[in-house]
């Protein structure tokens, strides 16, 4: 199986055979890739990157689905592998705010359905008896943590894979190269020959920065130190005989980790400050002590965390016989966002990024890759992983370091669900940014743009409208009351909304309509001036995108995407062009600026600034036009994503300070407010049902179940129609609905409210999942104001999905009663849709 | 009693030395002491138990050379001191006279040491001299090579052992006395964390040192050619036998 005879060519070269590349190459060989290059720098079957020296444990209970499914699709592989010691896991709380963390985290488990409990300190001791209990407020309990063995699943893998297709494993084999032509990765140049093949896929661990370069690409992650030590021997531990026995310990709040490994305890800590490394700094094979991705320790950096760990293990590491026997500065990857690096590479047709991928997540990460390049899908959806979703500056060196410094500290923290980075801000600024400081703005970020989530200005409009505060500091913190005030004003009056953080393509040329109707379920093929709002799925049916689309003229479109989307969604359209040059494509996200007027006096404030007709008949709902406000030349679309009557007025960048003080100074007289985002993407949306990407839409649903199936499908064939018409067919397993929130009150007798997430249970506290096994979780929270409700958006199956069930949320601890409002996508709000189309 | 022990910071070994246009280069090496130098720390320590008194450890170079004298202030020696040369290199001559100036001034403000413990010698430059030198210099008796000390109780004389190709020398003199030891004498222990967090915060006496050139002078460092070594299959299972007697019989081991 091992070879130096490297063929000529293959399939696919997968470069690094850590967990991720051996896992990925056994996938590949299941899914009936033919001739697979399995290649590494180092030997086997330890070839010195993370795989080797990570600490191999798995707590599956994360915040994130996808990372959570990913997780659960391992442990299965691993168990399968015979490779998987279940030993359980416990995270203590030291503090109150931790226990909070604790409760909230008992809702991820059960929403993704893992079993786990929260403990007294009593019992976290009777499981693992070396710990002070005076130190333990209370611990959440996951049976089923685990510690795993990479080295060994990886050898069975490539064997497995062996048996499976024509594999070559070549280890001490050094990549120099990666040639590409026309855009598409050619050949792989190593030190023992050359491979050409379509697919090449990148699993580097740390290094995986630097080889993509080799191709033009870019893979943003830093390699980062996560510092740990082993202390023993250990006699309690060392008289157990295995590797280990007891439950693993995550210290929560000092961010540490202590588990038995033989005799020893090993810590690790995510405390220390951030140490990043350069790719092209770590030290080779040859020159390393231990291995390229073990360095030296710096004793000062881990010294703190010293004592927390005597302060919750004293009993047996508080001893002068018990040493500090090994420590290290492990590598890992860290990404600006946290989270996995995976897909095509947006540069380079061919070139697969398998990177930043915890042991915790690689065979799954292996299998869900192996699906998305056999099929170009995977069963669990991606979006969050998906290596396109950056846009240029968020590749850069600079920003890649600053969010990783800032986002190390946070692996082991409280994050809020709307927690704001801190560094690395005010990237992209709208021309009307300076006119929203001034009014108080607090900003929040996407996509690198600054955008106002509410404005301290409307602060007034809190006693107008008589809006209540969250009482508790968790609900409200990145909230304010505000939020609802400026969506009273605009339903009340009207309100202007920045939102030139809006992706925004033109695409044009002889062949535009094919294309277009290729990649949108709508129909593309309408009169000039039609807007089209449409699903894009992927090829199995899932979502992609929900975007708006122009038809500017016969033969171009304006394609209108979110700011957190737009990245991933150029992408995806880009890559799709017709490779005869008929179809152009441009990306206007830097050349327009956007701002959304709406509310029942929109018309008039309009009507106040062009000599345009903005009359109904002129101008009717779901159109686009060309108008000038002054001299500014804007593309007006008559749409709402609020429900209100009004336009989202395109503007030249430059020209943008123009039209927002045009607006405002219109806008006085008719009590019109600046409104924010938390209006825009929550409070207005919601109460008109409207979806989001990322939060109802994603892969794992298609547009039957989200209500966003149109009557009739278009003749024309598009991407994913095969699977959307089967979908329409058969019996629909879950709907989209929207559920008010009917009591409040905590058992203390306090407000509290749900921030998203959380699973959604029968009256008798079960968990509900559909018959594919989805479950129902809440996918958006948030105020109704006009609507007298808090909703909660979530996906029931269709026994669940009736409207005036009830059902309970259960958050923090706690359960709510809840009742299904909606089970389509008929607003609560302005049923009729009369206000927006009035 | 009373002991010094002196080390000196130097890289650890591990990986393959790589040079740069300075000399070594360091960029991915951590710092330690020799092995026989961590056989050194832990006998004085376990002599200091058994007898009373304390453990100076002495270390000359630069400031990171705290990192040393902090690992072996873990490892339960009772005090450090470092003197600050700067990042040059001194030579065994050097080094010594610097030694043998802060031993003076740290015998006359608290007594005399009655031993003094070196490294056979430096895992770097491995000139075997220093412990030797400072011996002279401050007129005490001193054996080398050393893998087994005994004090006797009434703390007037030492006894030790060291190997030799046809057997053991032992070796008794009176204190004070000078002792350059090797890996082998004990079993270093690894610090504990509550070694480990004493050290963290004990403060290390720093002195400046004038440094007057010795007489050796470093030109350059060169790597030696790498030698070239081939993994040979020779065959799987059973079948591999006959193949695998060849080679013993090629080297004589049959």
Redesign the interface.
């Known amino acids: 199986m091992t070879s130096t005879t490297l063929p000529e060519r293959a399939d696919v070269v997968v470069i690094g055979a850590g967990i991720v590349g051996n896992s990925l190459t056994y996938h590949l060989a299941e899914r009936g890739w033919r001739s697979i290059v399995l290649l590494d720098k180092g030997p086997l079957p330890d070839p010195g990157g993370s795989t080797g020296h990570a600490s191999n444990f798995i707590f599956p209970v994360d915040h994130s689905k996808e990372i959570t499914a990913l997780t659960l699709d391992s442990m299965r592989q691993y168990e399968k592998l015979g490779v998987l010691t279940t030993c359980g896991g416990i995270e203590i709380a030291r503090t109150t705010e931790r226990e909070e963390e604790l409760r909230r985290r008992m809702s991820s488990a059960t929403a993704w359905g893992i079993d786990a409990e929260l403990i007294s300190a009593a019992r976290a001791v009777e499981l693992v008896p070396f710990m002070s209990r005076d130190v333990i407020r209370s611990a959440f309990w996951t049976p089923s943590v685990a510690v795993v063995d990479p080295l060994q699943a990886g050898v069975l893998m490539r064997e497995q894979a062996a048996a499976m297709t024509e594999l070559t494993v070549s280890a001490n084999t050094e990549v120099l190269d990666i040639q590409t032509a026309g855009g598409r990765v050619r050949k792989v140049i190593t030190d023992r020959g050359d491979i050409e093949a379509g697919a090449v896929v990148i699993a580097c661990g740390v290094w995986s920065p630097r080889i993509a370069r080799m191709a033009g690409a870019s893979i943003p992650l830093t390699p980062a130190v996560h510092q740990m030590i082993d202390v023993g021997p250990i006699p309690e531990l060392a008289e157990t005989g295995v590797e280990i026995a007891y439950p693993i310990v995550r210290d929560m709040d000092p961010f540490m980790y202590e588990r038995q490994s033989g005799a020893d305890l090993e810590i690790g800590s995510y405390a220390h400050r951030p140490i990043l490394h350069d790719p092209d700094d770590i030290p080779s094979l040859a020159a390393a002590q231990l291995s390229p991705t073990q360095l030296p320790f710096t004793h000062d950096d881990f010294d703190p965390q010293m004592e927390d760990a005597l302060e919750l293990f004293g009993p047996i590491l508080d001893r002068e016989d018990v040493g500090v026997r090994h420590a290290i500065n492990g590598l890992l990857s860290l990404t600006p966002d946290g989270g996995p690096l995976l897909g095509e590479t947006p540069e380079v047709r061919g070139l697969w990024s398998a990177a930043a991928v915890w042991i915790k997540e690689g065979p799954g990460v292996g299998r869900a890759l192996a699906d998305w390049m056999t099929d170009g899908a995977t069963e669990i959806d991606l979006h969050g992983a998906d290596i396109t979703r950056f846009y240029p500056h968020q590749r850069s060196r600079a920003h890649v370091r600053a969010r990783t410094s800032e986002g190390f500290n946070k692996t082991y923290g409280i994050v809020h669900p709307r927690e704001q980075w801190a560094s690395s801000r005010q990237q992209r600024l709208s021309p009307f940014y300076s006119r929203e400081q001034e009014l108080g703005a607090e900003f929040f970020e996407v996509g690198g743009w600054e955008r106002p989530q509410w404005y301290n200005s409307n602060a007034d409009l809190v006693d107008e409208f008589g809006v209540a505060d969250r009482p508790h500091e968790w609900d409200r913190r990145w909230w304010s009351p505000i939020v609802n005030a400026e969506h009273l004003a605009m339903r009340a009056r009207g309100a202007m909304i920045d939102l030139t953080a809006f992706a925004q393509f033109e695409v044009f040329g002889p062949s535009v309509v094919d294309y277009l109707q290729r990649m949108i379920v709508g129909q593309a093929d309408r009169p000039v001036g039609r807007l089209i709002y449409t699903p894009v799925l992927g090829p199995g049916g899932g979502f992609r995108s929900d975007l708006t689309v122009v038809r500017l003229d016969e033969h171009r479109y304006r394609i209108i995407t979110g700011g957190a989307d737009g990245a991933r969604d150029r992408a995806w359209f880009t890559r799709h062009l017709p490779g005869d040059g008929s179809v152009g494509f441009v990306d206007l996200t830097s050349a327009v600026c956007t701002l959304g007027l709406w509310g029942p006096r929109a018309r008039d404030v309009l009507a106040e600034v062009t000599e345009d007709d903005v009359g109904d008949a002129a101008f009717p709902f779901a159109t686009a036009r060309h108008l000038h406000i002054g001299t500014v030349p804007v593309l007006a679309l008559r749409v709402s994503y609020v429900g209100e009557l009004g336009w989202e007025l395109h503007a030249p960048f430059e020209q943008g300070g123009a039209v927002w003080d045009a607006v405002a100074e219109a806008g006085r007289a008719h009590g019109i407010v600046p409104a924010g985002i938390g209006v825009y993407g929550t409070t207005g949306r919601i109460e008109k049902g409207y979806r989001l990407m990322g939060a109802e839409l994603d892969g794992e649903y298609n547009p039957v179940e989200a209500g966003l199936a149109a009557r009739r499908v278009k003749e024309a064939d598009f991407i994913g129609k095969d699977a959307y018409v089967r979908a329409r067919e058969r019996p629909q397993a879950a709907a989209m609905c929207t559920l008010t929130v009917d009591d409040h009150h905590d058992s203390t007798g306090r407000l509290r409210y749900p921030q998203g997430g959380e699973p959604i249970l029968t009256l008798d506290r079960t968990r509900i999942t559909d018959r594919l096994g989805r479950p129902s979780y809440v996918t958006t929270a948030g105020a109704g104001p006009s609507v007298g409700a808090y909703l909660l958006m979530a996906y029931l199956p269709v026994e669940h999905a009736v409207e005036g069930t009830s059902l309970l949320v259960q958050y923090m601890g706690e359960y709510y009663p809840v009742t299904v409002a909606r089970t389509d996508r008929t607003p609560l709000f302005d049923p009729d849709d009369s206000r927006m189309k009035g | 009693m009373r002991i010094l022990v002196c080390v000196k910071r130097v890289p650890?070994?591990?990986?393959?030395p790589?040079l740069n246009a300075d000399g070594l280069?360091v960029?991915?090496?951590?710092?330690t002491v020799s092995p026989h130098e961590e056989c050194a720390i832990e006998e004085a320590v376990r002599l200091v138990a058994e007898h009373g008194g304390s453990v100076t450890v002495l270390t000359v170079g630069p400031v990171e050379a705290d990192?040393q004298l902090?690992y072996a202030i873990s490892m339960g020696a009772d005090d450090g001191v470092l003197v600050d040369t700067g990042t040059g290199e001194l030579d065994p001559q050097a080094t010594a006279a610097v030694i043998v100036d802060a031993v003076g001034d740290l015998e006359t403000a608290a007594g005399p040491f009655d031993l003094m413990f070196f490294g056979n010698e430096s895992p770097d430059a491995g000139h075997y001299q220093v412990g030797v030198r400072v011996a002279v210099a401050t007129g005490r008796p001193m054996v080398g090579g050393v893998k087994g000390i005994e004090v006797d109780p009434g703390l007037s004389r030492v006894r030790l052992r060291r190997d030799v190709p046809a057997g053991v020398e032992v070796y008794e003199t009176p204190l004070p006395a000078a002792v350059a030891v090797k890996e082998g004498l004990n079993l270093p222990?690894?610090?504990?964390?509550?070694?480990?967090?004493r050290a963290?915060k004990a403060s290390a006496t720093v002195v400046r040192a004038a440094v007057s050139a010795g007489g050796l002078r470093k030109v350059r460092l060169r790597l030696p050619e790498e030698k070239q070594s081939e993994t040979v299959l020779l065959g799987h299972g059973a079948a591999a036998a006959p193949a695998v007697v060849d080679v013993l019989q090629e080297l004589e081991v049959l």
Do not use: V
Not at chain 2, 12 to 16: C, F, L, T, W
Not at chain 2, 27 to 31: K, T
Not at chain 2, 189 to 197: A, D, E, F
């Open positions: 650890a070994s591990g990986g393959a790589q280069d960029r991915h090496l951590a710092f990192e902090r222990r690894y610090p504990s964390m509550r070694g480990r967090l963290r």
